[in-house]
């Protein structure tokens, strides 16, 4: 059987016969071929390659990745300082989708503006497959924009070269003054106004592969990737250097004194693993508001180049917002996910009672996650996290035959119906599972079904099928209603 399922080709991961026999079934329900096809493409998709938009504060690339994304996603004023929290977002253009990674500038060290630059851009590049450079057309290349220059040339990575607010074709003469960088033709571009940013997206199309070069797992039996994310002090490089045996990451009580990632090949359990320490920000920085963005930049640059993102959370202390939006960013990347309660053993009773209530209200939305209580001080149930990596990974990975999921489906059509609104019911039709890691369903309806039915739907998926320790991303396709022939 596995040599008629297909990964990446013109059927997602469906077998010929079944593709055919899914197809047949569209047909009989009214779906156009075309539509059928266009939404097992769209949803069958494995892992996005990834842009990264770096530069020095100040030259628009917020305003940048706004026009890009074709919607005001990225915070911008007119000072830097103000991208916060989300730095990755999904874009499309002429047809192809790809992710892209906002390093939108905010207020730098003041000790060391070139250090931090590069530092911001840096973690931004390692899970780049391609960048696009944004510079200043009307300042002109500036010492920082040299720094940021050589570390692309260190990195390898293709680079689109996007010189900025140029408004008018007497601009144009500043633009190529951006030769004299070495990376190549300088795109004069207008992210405010939108002018030459097609041409500029068309270069950065040719740039990206078609798919990241990043494949999950390397050969058969390659090491599988750990994310070790979480936000500052809370034990993720104690949880290393316990997991490794032996001091392989410097650990201080100061938040933040990890300063690269530490990829560590560690066997457990008889299986070597590639653990990614992301831990960290780097020392120099003194703004908390600029130690923040660091730790989201870096958390989603390890996600990006995960299977598996083990989220740490400090039990001491009450679940945070930023606890949350970790994970939330770790669900939006589509990887499986542990989270490990760290410091279990200082807790008293009274602590553990809270902890369950804000478990049940603050992490209900990835109730599917595998739970491990862990004490990275003393070594206290480690044992228990690679199983609990194991079965994350398992479910991320699980497929359901098209046949067993439609029979599935009727049940769930026959016993729950959608409520009817506006005087008609739609129906799921069919469906099929187009993708795994994450797994991916598209549902062919009737008509639109509201998001309280696709979460019940998922819930019902998960009780019937498992997928435990992994997100599971449905979208639905709605029949067209097709006009009269005359």
Known sequence: MNDQIHTGDEHGELG?????????????????????????????????????????????????????LGRREAVVEDRPGVTRDRVTYEAEWAGRRFKVVDTGGWEQDVFGIDASVAAQAEFAIEAADAVVFVVDAKVGATDTDEAVVKLLRRAGKPVVLCANKVDGPSGEADAAMLWSLGLGEPHPVSALHGRGTGDMLDAVLEALPEAPAQSFGGTVGGPRRIALIGRPNVGKSSLLNKVAGEERVVVNELAGTTRDPVDELIELGGTTWKFVDTAGIRRRVHLQEGADYYASLRTAAAVEKAEVAVVLIDSSESISVQDQRIVTMAVEAGRAMVIAYNKWDTLDEERRYYLEREIETEMGQVAWAPRVNVSAQTGRHMEKLVPAIETA??????????????????????????????GKQPRILFGTQAGTKPPRFVLFASGFLEAGYRRFVERRLREEFGFEGTPIHISVRVREKRGKKK
């Open 393 to 422: 990974l398992a479910g991320w990975e699980t497929r359901i035959p098209t046949g067993r999921l439609n029979a599935f489906l009727g049940e769930i059509v026959a016993a729950h119906p959608h409520p009817i609104r506006g």
């Open 16 to 68: 010929d016969a079944e593709y055919a026999e899914f197809m047949e079934l569209a047909a009989q329900e009214g779906f156009d071929a075309a539509d059928v096809e266009g939404a097992l493409e769209e949803a069958g998709h494995g892992p996005l390659p990834v842009l990264a938009v770096v530069g020095r504060p100040n030259v628009g690339k917020s305003t940048l990745v706004n026009r890009i």
